[in-house]
């Protein structure tokens, strides 16, 4: 269980990226008489709000395609959350959850296209997410590229 707590190429990836966050700033609150917690809120979390938004989003990622937690921790078809259950649909095949008016709808329409459906519904949240962390995502572009 620890060992998925924190993942370590995000870890890796905050290490690097307080790395190259100037020492000066820090020596320079603490010449103002600001304390360790007091720069790690005024100073150091806002200037991480990028890679705070990029871990977010790869652990919203890595989190919504798990599909195999679903599968080992739930008995039934019936409980499975949404990526296990539309996993089973579409590699496998286990329509068998659906009832008799899903069996009539699905005769109408081909097999691929309630697939590809599948998949795009699937893919949405994280559509959906993507665009309020994006100018996090833009901000840190500019602010990696601009060197003084």
Same mark, same amino acid.
């Given at each position: 269980?620890?060992?998925?707590?924190? !993942?370590?190429?995000?870890?890796?990836?905050?290490?690097?990226?307080?790395?190259?966050?100037?020492?000066?700033?820090?020596?320079?609150?603490?010449?103002?008489?600001? %304390?360790?917690?007091? @720069?790690?809120?005024? @100073?150091?979390?806002?200037?991480?709000?990028?890679?705070?938004?990029?871990?977010?989003?790869?652990?919203?990622?890595?989190?919504?395609?798990?599909?195999?937690?679903?599968?080992?921790?739930?008995?039934?078809?019936?409980?499975? !959350?949404?990526?296990?259950?539309?996993?089973?649909?579409?590699?496998? %095949?286990?329509?068998?959850?659906?009832?008799?008016?899903?069996?009539?709808?699905?005769?109408?329409?081909?097999?691929?296209?309630?697939?590809?459906?599948?998949?795009?519904?699937?893919?949405?949240? @994280?559509?959906?997410?993507?665009?309020?962390?994006?100018?996090?995502?833009?901000? %840190?572009?500019?602010?990696?590229?601009?060197?003084?």
């Amino acid at each position: 269980m620890l060992p998925g707590a924190v !993942p370590v190429f995000s870890v890796v990836l905050m290490l690097n990226f307080f790395r190259a966050i100037p020492e000066e700033l820090e020596e320079a609150a603490f010449m103002d008489g600001a %304390g360790h917690w007091n @720069i790690m809120a005024r @100073i150091y979390v806002p200037l991480s709000k990028a890679s705070i938004a990029t871990i977010c989003l790869f652990a919203l990622v890595y989190h919504w395609n798990s599909w195999f937690d679903g599968i080992i921790l739930m008995n039934k078809p019936t409980q499975y !959350p949404l990526q296990s259950y539309l996993q089973t649909i579409i590699i496998q %095949g286990d329509t068998s959850v659906n009832s008799t008016t899903d069996w009539q709808t699905m005769a109408l329409i081909s097999d691929r296209t309630v697939k590809c459906a599948q998949i795009f519904l699937s893919t949405l949240p @994280i559509v959906a997410a993507y665009p309020f962390l994006q100018r996090y995502f833009v901000k %840190g572009m500019v602010m990696g590229s601009v060197k003084g």
